[in-house]
């Protein structure tokens, strides 16, 4: 990610100075017009904004405060009175790192700004990634054209650094939900004998669905009164799919946690409300108040 990242803001007309803890790495970076620089410090006292991709929140600490780490880096700056240097942090991490990091920034004189990354590495080398960026408005707005190099989409999240993250591990919750549950339908399919292309026209067909988003919109108002399918009539579909599921041997564990959702969502009263009501019992566990 960060090679792809590094090019396509290359491309854009930065100059460029880069650090890989394997130092090859950075040959095609360096071949194509990049610095090469020997440590994270040497890259945070040469540069006025500094971006990092790295594996996990450990490494990130590390590479963040480390001997030879980026905040030894940005110190030398301050101290020679130069102007508010930035981190954009573009790795997957935990949001409470996040919130970390932006305060030691801080203590050290310069800003942090979360900004992790939507898009796989090939996403990120036609420059067609999307950001979500949380922290100090200034600071975005002056990188403005650095993340545009590099991204088709930025979501300005405000200045709450960890929101950011928060929301990169809900749409990857999101996609895993919903890789995990495309691979149970084509399990089900393959036991059940049914032609596997069938299966993916059919996937291709639900996510194309233009009811899809508006069942989002739904859930978002909290629109139960407006009944399409109500939730007792769906929960017969429930106990046929996990009946379909034993007779075929193919365990569909997000079908039995439907089933106990809308158990509790009958044994409240809600079974004549649209089937969508399942987020009121994900809201109840959640301990979120009416
Ligand atoms: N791949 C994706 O589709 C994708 C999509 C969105 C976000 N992300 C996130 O973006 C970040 C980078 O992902 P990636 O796929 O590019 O991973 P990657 O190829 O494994 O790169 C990880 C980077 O971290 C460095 N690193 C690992 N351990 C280190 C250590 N102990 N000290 C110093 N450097 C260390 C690696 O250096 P070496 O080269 O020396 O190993 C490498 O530069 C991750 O947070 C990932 O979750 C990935």
């Not at 149970?184 to 036991?191: F, I, N, R, S």
Request: overall charge neutral.
């Amino acid at each position: 990610m960060g090679t792809a990242i590094a090019s396509n803001i290359l491309k854009s007309g930065f100059n460029v100075i880069v650090y890989n803890r394997t130092a090859d790495k950075t040959r095609s970076l360096v071949e194509a017009g990049a610095l090469k620089a020997t440590s994270p410090k040497e890259v945070a006292r040469k540069s006025d904004v500094l971006l990092t991709s790295l594996r996990d929140d450990h490494v990130v600490l590390d590479v963040v405060s480390g001997e030879e780490g980026i905040l030894s880096g940005l110190q030398q700056q301050q101290q020679q009175q130069q102007p508010n240097r930035i981190h954009i942090g573009t790795s997957t991490i935990s949001p409470s790192l996040s919130s970390q990091l932006a305060v030691m920034h801080t203590a050290h004189g310069c800003s942090y700004l979360a900004a992790p990354v939507l898009g796989n590495p090939s996403v990120a080398n036609e420059a067609k990634l999307t950001t979500f960026v949380a922290g100090d408005p200034k600071d975005i707005e002056r990188c403005n054209r650095l993340f545009n190099a590099y991204c088709q989409k930025v979501i300005n999240i405000g200045n709450e650094h960890a929101s950011a993250n928060t929301l990169k591990l809900i749409a990857n919750y999101v996609l895993l939900a919903l890789i995990d549950l495309m691979g149970q339908a084509y399990a089900l399919g393959e036991k059940t004998n049914i032609d596997l292309q069938l299966v993916n026209q059919l996937i291709g067909m639900i996510f194309g669905y233009p009811g899809l988003q508006q069942y989002s919109n739904r859930i978002l108002t909290r629109d139960f009164d407006n009944v399409g399918f109500d939730l007792l009539s769906s929960f017969k579909d429930v106990q046929l799919i996990l009946q379909t599921s034993s007779d075929a041997r193919v365990p569909l564990p997000y079908a039995n946690s439907i089933r106990d959702k809308f158990l509790a969502a009958i044994a409240n009263n809600l079974e004549t409300k649209d089937w969508i009501t399942i987020y009121e019992i994900t809201r109840m566990l959640a301990g979120l108040k009416k």
